[in-house]
């Protein structure tokens, strides 16, 4: 069986500072791990994913996550965080038959001015 | 737009009444899934469809739901004898599965909001 653990469920930042998003899961196989992200009255979209090769992964605006295998983590991470980033952030997993995907209950994001 | 939708978007039902929701996936997307989301946590898988074939269903999916998917394209999820706990947002994700090993990503719809009165 696969879980996952997201240990903040609420992380307040201010403008500009960097932020960390903590993720661990638990798998006995190979997975897919995920980072999607639901904005403010919206539905979920999916951030980024990790399938394989480089364990460093990025989005389009400025988020990264990196896959530690040995620490089970798939933490995601953003360097300056801006106003438009104030969401819900899930990450998940999922296994190579990506018949559905396990989520994790969340971290609230909000940015403070 | 191409995106996967969902109807109704709300739907407010008294206790014991029946419920069903319609789910449109991205065209030509063969993977259809349902998903369960309550306050304050993640969405929960309930079931999934590779064409009109349901291939797995979660335990969280009792005798009162049942799902369709009859001819491949649209689904739907009916809720009968519904309960207070069963008020949620039911989301609906579709994906097209295509190469062995390969894979494939779930775009989720607006979801429907339920709330059993």
């Known amino acids: 069986a696969q879980s996952v653990t997201q240990l903040d469920s609420q992380v307040p930042v201010f403008e500009e500072a960097p932020v960390e998003l903590r993720c661990n899961y638990s798998s006995s196989v190979s997975v897919y791990l995920f980072w999607y992200v639901q904005y403010p009255n919206q539905g979920l979209q999916l951030l980024l994913k990790?399938?394989?090769?480089?364990?460093l992964v990025e989005s389009i605006n400025g988020f990264e996550a990196e896959f530690n295998k040995s620490q089970t983590s798939f933490h995601l991470r953003k360097p300056s965080v801006h106003i438009s980033d104030t969401a819900e952030y899930f990450c998940a997993v999922s296994d190579s038959s990506a018949s559905k995907i396990i989520f994790g209950s969340g971290t609230r994001l909000s940015i403070r001015p | 737009d191409t995106g996967v939708s969902q109807d109704p978007r709300h739907k407010i039902t008294k206790r014991g009444q029946n419920v069903t929701f319609r789910c449109d996936p991205i065209?030509?997307?063969?993977?259809l899934y349902w998903y369960r989301q309550t306050l304050g946590q993640g969405p929960e898988f309930l079931t999934y469809?590779?064409?009109?074939?349901?291939?797995?269903k979660s335990r969280l999916l009792s005798d009162r739901f049942s799902a369709e998917r009859p001819k491949g394209s649209f689904s739907t999820l009916e809720i009968q004898r519904t309960e207070q706990g069963d008020s949620a947002m039911y989301l609906c994700?579709?994906?097209?599965?295509?190469?062995?090993?390969?894979?494939?990503?779930?775009?989720f719809g607006p979801g429907t909001r339920l709330t059993v009165l």
């Open positions: 065209s030509e997307h063969n993977r």
């Open positions: 990790y399938l394989s090769g480089s364990t």
């Open positions: 994700a579709s994906s097209l599965r295509g190469l062995a090993g390969k894979m494939d990503t779930q775009y």
């Open positions: 469809f590779q064409n009109e074939a349901q291939l797995e």
